[in-house]
């Protein structure tokens, strides 16, 4: 995915995760000279709260990423409350943010909030993508069917793209 992505643009490209999990993604995307940030909204991976999570094996790999790029490529945040990202005391716009299976786990008055943050560090050509998980889940706070969400995109100025959206093709 990280190569189609380099090959899509064709060039080197701001890069942003929203709710990076462990940053592996933006840690492959750095690879290609992309300026890559991750936000995660959770506080499970800061290098001060690990030591509570370490003993699982899976855990550590998660970690290994922040140990190293905490508070250079990887910060937590609420990404439904107003942030900015700079570099060199200038605010970056981003050609490409994701969100992977983040959005249903922010409540939905604040949906809104979300999309004007991602309206607001994207390019004039840049793209949003991601993937919203339809299932019941502990921290799934907003578990809403397709139109909702075609909704929410639309009244933020997004358009839905692809072949099928969010149905499957049978």
Request: glycine fraction near 6%; charged fraction near 30%.
């Amino acid at each position: 995915f990280v190569t189609e992505l380099n090959n899509y643009f064709d060039r080197p490209i701001n890069y942003l995760d929203l709710g990076c999990s462990g940053g592996q993604f933006v840690v492959d995307m750095m690879k290609d000279n992309n300026l890559c940030v991750g936000l995660e909204g959770s506080d499970y991976s800061i290098p001060d709260n690990q030591k509570k999570y370490e003993e699982k094996e899976s855990n550590q790999k998660r970690f290994m990423n922040w140990k190293k790029y905490y508070n250079k490529n990887l910060f937590t945040c609420d990404i439904s409350e107003p942030f900015s990202v700079q570099s060199d005391d200038i605010d970056v716009k981003f050609n490409l943010i994701s969100a992977w299976e983040v959005l249903e786990h922010i409540p939905a008055n604040k949906l809104d909030n979300l999309f004007q943050n991602i309206y607001k560090h994207l390019t004039d050509d840049g793209i949003f993508v991601g993937s919203i998980s339809l299932s019941e889940e502990k921290w799934h706070l907003t578990v809403e069917e397709p139109p909702f969400w075609e909704d929410v995109f639309k009244r933020n100025g997004f358009k839905m793209v692809g072949e099928d959206n969010f149905y499957d093709s049978e």
